[in-house]
């Protein structure tokens, strides 16, 4: 079995990333999705025992030297990283579906829209863990924990203290 947890959309809120992160000792493995990566990097200097996945958001304009998608292999199952802008995922989760169903992805993980989201239609699990920094709805940031073991993968939103 393998933790995580997930955020997206911090835009330089550091104080809620470490938060987050000082409540789960034993979660190894920090994913950030994007818009602001630099604060993932800044996560890894403060936290150098985590394992970290980062993918840049749209906001991450000099960020040059990482790629925009990440495909990990993570007990068995295959896991998108993506900030989801390039998917129009304001506009819907089509796109992102279709791309899950054509690389037989088992989990998406995307943000972008600051909007937490679980969805688990046609079999591929779908989280948006909203935004650690900067919700846009009325409400508290959040981000994800997202588990996977045996096949399968589950996720939980959870809000930022």
């Known amino acids: 079995m393998k933790l995580f947890i997930v955020i ?3 835009h330089g809120n550091m104080g809620s990333l470490k ?3 000082s409540q789960y000792p034993h979660i190894p493995s920090i994913i950030h999705l994007g818009d602001y990566y630099r604060d993932a990097v800044a996560l890894k200097q403060l936290y150098p025992d985590k ?8 906001c991450d304009y000099l960020v040059s030297n990482a790629s925009a998608e990440l495909i990990l292999e993570v007990e ?9 802008n390039r998917y129009s995922v304001k506009s819907g989760l089509q796109r992102l579906r279709a791309k899950a169903l054509q690389d ?3 989990v998406v993980l995307f943000g972008h829209t600051h909007i937490p989201v679980i969805d688990k239609t046609g079999g591929c699990l ?9 919700p846009r709805i009325a409400g508290p940031s959040t981000y994800a924990l ?16």
């Open 51 to 58: 394992e970290y996945y980062m993918v840049p958001g749209n």
């Open 126 to 134: 779908l989280v948006n863990p909203g935004s650690a920094g900067y």
């Open 76 to 84: 068995g199952l295959r896991v998108l990283l993506t900030h989801g």
């Open 104 to 106: 037989r992805l088992d």
């Open 146 to 161: 997202l588990e996977i073991g045996n096949g399968m993968a589950e996720a939980r939103i959870m809000e930022v203290p």
């Open 19 to 21: 938060r987050i992160i």
């Open 8 to 10: 997206s959309d911090s």
